[in-house]
């Protein structure tokens, strides 16, 4: 027996696992980003190939710091909490698998009948915009003559 027992298993795993994944990135980013917005890159040297310019990268990791240390705490434990809330946490596994189990019942539309009602919604769009700047440039000669 694990641990600590999945909530209901093998249920909306695709939406659970995706949910976490994509906590898991942002998490990490975040943490990335508290630690410090862009590394400090040093050019090196520059390698010439056929008229090519080509310069190096030397890229080296500070030494550990209290902010890095605080970074990864953060982002470390951001990450176990979406691990709770995405396998562990009935309430929010259980809207992740309705919402799995709706997805599925979704009638996705063929790429032709994706084509179609965009090019539709597109001349919609380009005749309203026509419309719109022929009644203001009535509205505006109308205002120009009256005021």
Known sequence: ?????????????????????????????????????????????TVYMEGIVIP???????????????SLGIGLLLIIMSAYFCFLSQRTSDFLIDTESEMRKVSWPTMKEVVKSSTVVIIAIIILALYLFVVDIGFDSIFQRVF
């Not at 990791?61 to 240390?69: R, S």
Request: charged share 15%; hydrophobic share 50%; net charge positive.
């Open 1 to 45: 027996m694990p641990l600590l027992p999945i909530y209901k298993k093998k249920q909306g795993q695709v939406v659970r696992w995706t949910a976490f994944l994509t906590f898991v990135a942002l998490w990490l980013f975040a943490t990335y980003r508290c630690f410090g917005s862009f590394p400090e890159w040093e050019w090196t040297s």
């Open 56 to 70: 190096l990268i030397d890229y080296s990791l500070p030494v550990v710091t209290p902010k890095l240390l605080v």
